[in-house]
Every structure is written in structure tokens, then in C-alpha cells.
């Protein structure tokens, strides 16, 4: 019954009349290379310029994170979770704390749905436009990374005014958000959304149509649909090669079935396809942050954190007001419990598929959390997109395969 | 929510227990010696096409100590599956499933890396995150949460070190 996969890679491209053809060399690329995104060291064995090997090694941003959940109990690791895909703070919150939801089976209400919905849209935003800044610079569209950085400055702002940090926010709580959005954040977050479709746009005008961005990108990398599935890739990786999934669709979460939004898909999964469909999910993102805003506006005062006092810190007036309240809070941020159990929460994050798997023997410290990084993944894709390839793609493959080191290693 | 009825027929004939879980994914407990013929038929016959993540948990003091886990996801149903084996002793091991899952490599490693559990059959199973040589499993439960200097990696490389700057 068992049948085993094989792979065909991409055709080479050896050029018979390099006088170094056949000499392999072993050439080592990081773990301090700007082209690498971070502490990715790269291994390449090179055949002239084609390289015929190629292995990744991961590990130097390694910190331990699952040990420290473990240690530091479930609460107390939230502002943990932040520093997992430094890019995308909230999303990661969010994440984690579907997964305790799930475990602890608590209701988030409408309003702190709507709220994380907006936030997780704007953190995509945020991410997309680092993967386009990044790669761009690095296939020598240097203007790209000044223009998105200038976009993402706009937003951090936004996320300043309502959060109180720009990155490593750790917004979210069990239960919900930690306050509302009112109407200063909302319209700062409506002069964004009004005027970035008009940059997403411009970023296009740029390269879209860009002679050496298409030759660098187009037929670079190309990933079959059977490929994608089988290497576990997920998010904007799977959906460039032609596979129609995305959590927000297919395990709807946090009431993303009730937004009207659409899928992009590539065709021939290539670096191009790939950029194509995070583009245009930056433009289906401020469609779904409109929405969200407009229900902001409908349910304004409502509750946006849940009122289970198992897991949710009463409010500030009742902890200043009265003893119990006071050793109820200090309780719960101690040592908060969960019920026994196991859950996997996941989110499509900008990278893939986010999941936290978490097991739990009904006291305040977990017996394991499992954190089911997506770029883990993209970066074992590296050598399959590459091996065949002249050396000079890999910069625009890692660009295209977008991870951030920070939740590859955890 | 994981659809019982359509793995049940092609698990038939195996030893495997269904569990429920709290997220409503089924558990399918099964032995080590199985394993690989489980995921076989949940691959080829109930059309999980995807291997989200290969862990395990350590369950110090209990015996058998580590519960290994896969958990497989089916697109075209759009459904979820976990498969759990139980294994303890001095060397801990159960088969790879890289031959049909090529992108399990890396989660294999990493749970080799963090636990200790040998992949049998899984060519180039080495450590992850932690350098090469080290010699603690860190995310065993009598694992200090401090952690351990690797003394022993440290002392070889300050001796290649100075072997290189000898003349």
C-alpha cells in the first residue's frame, strides 16, 4: 500500500563551456548575509555558477521559547509570542490565544472579534510590505524598500496610538483584546486604509510590469501543486502555486466567514505568482479592515473582552476598590489555569498557517506548547526551489519564500 | 472537526483507539510498529495530502515517557487528523515518515533535536536549532529550564582554535 513520492527538480542550467563546470565548490552564504533576512546560514554547492546542493541551517536566533511557555505558564508567555514573527506582533497574539480559547472553551465576543480582525489585517499589511521592501532592495529595486518602509511607518503609528508601542504590541488577551479602539485610533486607521490602495498601486507601477523584476522573478523557483503539499507548505507559498486554501476561508476563526473577501491564487508557482498574490492580498486586507471598522461603528460601546473572571483580570476600578478583586488579579496573573486537555488553534498568518498546539494538565504551567512555525517550512523549501539554479536566484527565492528568523528558530 | 466516518473504513484491520480532543480534532492512539502503515492509508486513502507538524510531549515520570505526534491535514476536505504512539525506554524511536511526507523532515529533526526520539529510516536525522555535538535534549522535563553550558563543544572549539593558530 505505502508508495513512495519522488520529486523531480527544476532542469539545470549548466553551461558546458564554463571552464569550472564539473569542479563542485562548496561556498558558504550567512548566518550574516543581508540578502538572508536574518541569522540564515546557507551551504551551496556550486558547480561554476549552478548550484547542484544546497542545505540550510537554522538554529542561531534559537531561544528556547517552547521550554519558556512551560516555565513561565500560560499567561506570562504572551508577550513571548510577540517575539516570534517580529513583524506581525498582533497576529501572533492572536494565535496563541485562539489556541487557550480553545483549550479553556471561552467565547470571544462579536466586538473583540471585530477588533482582532482589523488588527490581524493590518499586521498582514505590515508583513507584506516588509517582504516587498526586503525583496526588492535585495534584486536591487532599492526605491521599493524606502516606499514600503514609509507605508509601514504610517501604520506602526496607528498601532502606537492605539497599542502604546509600535512593535511588540501584546494586545491581546485571553478572552479578547486588552482595550478598545475609540475614535481617534478609528479614523487614523480610515486615513490609512482611504489612502493605501493608491501606494499599492504605485508599488505595482514599479515592478509589476518592470522588465528586470519580471526576468529575475518570472520561471525562478517554480513549485508544483503536488510539491507545495507535500513540503507542508502554507499561506502565500501554496496559494502562488495554484492551491485554493486559506484558514480565513476553510476554518473560518474569529468570524471571518462573515467577511466578504477573496482569495488570490498564482498559476505556475513561481517567485513571480508568489509576489502577485501577496500583492493583491494587500489590497483583499484593507477590504476586510474597511468592513471591520464599519462594524466597529455599529456595535461602539459594546464588550470587546470576555467576562469570564477565570481567565479575564477584573477591571482596574473593582481591583482598586475592594480586596477580593486585588487577590483575584494577582491570582490570575500568576497562575492562571487551564482545564486539562489538548488544543491546536491555528490562524493564517502572513507567512502560513500559525499554530499553536497546546496540552495542559489542568494547573497554571503547560505540560507542552507547540508552536507550528510556517517559515520553518519555507526555509526546508529552500533547496528544492534552488537545486538546478544559477546563484544568483537564490536571492530572489528566499525573497519569495518570505521568513522571518525570529520564528524559525522560536 | 476530523470526519470519523470516512478514515474508518481504510484504518480498518489496525490497532488504533479514537480519541476525542477539546478542539474536536480526533486522536488516533496507535503503536510504533504501526505507524507508518496508519499514515500510509490516511495519505492514500482518506486524501490528508499534508503533514502540518511531526512533536512530541514528554510525560516524565509516566511509562512509556513520550507520546510522538503527527498531525495531518486534509485540504480537499477540509479536516484534521492526529495521530499519537507512545514510546519510552533508553533510545526512544519510531519510523520516519519523510518517504511520505517529504516536508516531516524538518519537524522530525526538530523533535529529535528537542526530545531525543530517533526517526528510523530518516536519512540525515540530526539536530535543528541546537549546535552539532550537543549533548542535552532541552525540551525533556528533567532538562534544567536554566539550561546547560555545552562545556564539552566549547573545549573543542577553543582546541581547534588554537590547533589553527599554532604554526
Not at chain 1, 513561565?72 to 504572551?78: D, N, Q, V
Not at chain 1, 499599492?200 to 515592478?207: A, G, I, K, N, Q
Not at chain 1, 518592470?210 to 529575475?216: A, K, L, V
Not at chain 1, 539554479?389 to 528566499?398: C, E, G, N, P, T
Request: proline share 5%; charged share 25%; net charge negative.
Amino acid at each position: 500500500m505505502t508508495t513512495t513520492q519522488t520529486f523531480e527538480y527544476a532542469p539545470g542550467v549548466v553551461d558546458e563551456d564554463d571552464p569550472l563546470h564539473g569542479e563542485l565548490m562548496k561556498l558558504n552564504m550567512g548566518p550574516q548575509h543581508p540578502a538572508t533576512h536574518g541569522v540564515l546560514r546557507l551551504i551551496v554547492t556550486v558547480d561554476g555558477e549552478t548550484m547542484r546542493e544546497l542545505e540550510p541551517v537554522v538554529g542561531y536566533l534559537h531561544r528556547g521559547k517552547e521550554k519558556t511557555c512551560e516555565t513561565l505558564g500560560w499567561r506570562k508567555f504572551f508577550v513571548h509570542t510577540d517575539r516570534l514573527d517580529y513583524v506581525q506582533p498582533l497576529m501572533n497574539n492572536i494565535g496563541y490565544a485562539i489556541a487557550l480559547e480553545k483549550l479553556a472553551g471561552l467565547k470571544v465576543p462579536e466586538r473583540g472579534q471585530d477588533i482582532r480582525v482589523l488588527l490581524m489585517e493590518l499586521s498582514r499589511i505590515a508583513a507584506h510590505l516588509i517582504y516587498l521592501g526586503t525583496t526588492g532592495i535585495d534584486l536591487g529595486a532599492v526605491t521599493m524598500f524606502f516606499f514600503t518602509f514609509n507605508e509601514r511607518e504610517k501604520l506602526y503609528d496607528v498601532l502606537d496610538a492605539y497599542t502604546g508601542h509600535r512593535m511588540n504590541n501584546t494586545y491581546v488577551r485571553i478572552g479578547g483584546v486588552y482595550a478598545d479602539v475609540d475614535e481617534n485610533v478609528q479614523q487614523g486607521i480610515e486615513r490609512f486604509l482611504d489612502e493605501f490602495p493608491a501606494k499599492v498601486d504605485e508599488f505595482e507601477s514599479m515592478l509589476t510590469g518592470n522588465r528586470i523584476w519580471f526576468d529575475r522573478n518570472r520561471n525562478v523557483g517554480v513549485l508544483s501543486r503536488e510539491q507545495a503539499l507535500a513540503w507542508s507548505l502554507t499561506g502565500p507559498n501554496l496559494r502562488g502555486s495554484g492551491v485554493d486554501h486559506d484558514l480565513r476561508k476553510d476554518e473560518p476563526y474569529c468570524g471571518y466567514d462573515g467577511y466578504d473577501f477573496e482569495v488570490p491564487v498564482g498559476t505556475i508557482g513561481d517567485c513571480y505568482d508568489r509576489y502577485l498574490v501577496r500583492i493583491e492580498e494587500m489590497r483583499q486586507s484593507t477590504r476586510i479592515c474597511k468592513q471591520a471598522l464599519a462594524r466597529l461603528q455599529d456595535t461602539r460601546g459594546g464588550e470587546f473582552l470576555a467576562q469570564d473572571r477565570r481567565y479575564v483580570l477584573p477591571p482596574k476600578s473593582e481591583v482598586r476598590s475592594s480586596m477580593e478583586e486585588l487577590i483575584h488579579q494577582f491570582k490570575i496573573v500568576t497562575d492562571m489555569e487551564l482545564p486539562a486537555g489538548e488544543a491546536y488553534g491555528a490562524i493564517e498568518s502572513s507567512k502560513g498557517e500559525l499554530g499553536f498546539y497546546v496540552v495542559s494538565d489542568g494547573t497554571s504551567h503547560p505540560v507542552r506548547c507547540h508552536i507550528r512555525a510556517p517559515g520553518l517550512m519555507n526555509v526546508q523549501a529552500i533547496p528544492l526551489l534552488a537545486r538546478g539554479r544559477l546563484i544568483s536566484d537564490i536571492v530572489a527565492i528566499i525573497g519569495s519564500l518570505d521568513f522571518v528568523m525570529g520564528e524559525v528558530d522560536r | 472537526m476530523t470526519d470519523l466516518d470516512r478514515i474508518r473504513p481504510a484504518i480498518a484491520g489496525l490497532a488504533v483507539e479514537t480519541l476525542a480532543s477539546r478542539d474536536g480534532i480526533a486522536v488516533l492512539e496507535t503503536t510504533p510498529a504501526q505507524l507508518h502503515e496508519l499514515v500510509a492509508r490516511l495519505r492514500d486513502a482518506c486524501g490528508f495530502e499534508l503533514c502540518t507538524f511531526v512533536t512530541a510531549v514528554d510525560r516524565f515520570p509516566a511509562d512509556p515517557r513520550f507520546e510522538v505526534l503527527w498531525q495531518l491535514q486534509s485540504i480537499a476536505h477540509g479536516d484534521r487528523v492526529r495521530v499519537r504512539a507512545r514510546v519510552g525506554g533508553e533510545r526512544p524511536s519510531v519510523p520516519t515518515i519523510v518517504d511520505l511526507y517529504p516536508g516531516a523532515a524538518f519537524s522530525e529533526r526538530e523533535c529529535f533535536d528537542m526530545f531525543g526520539v530517533v526517526f528510523e529510516g530518516h536519512a540525515g536525522l540530526k539536530r535543528l536549532l541546537m549546535p552539532e555535538g550537543y549533548e542535552h535534549f532541552p525540551l525533556r522535563k528533567d532538562f534544567p529550564h536554566q539550561g546547560i553550558e555545552p562545556d564539552r563543544l566549547y573545549r573543542e572549539w577553543d582546541r581547534r582554535r588554537h590547533e589553527k593558530a599554532a604554526p
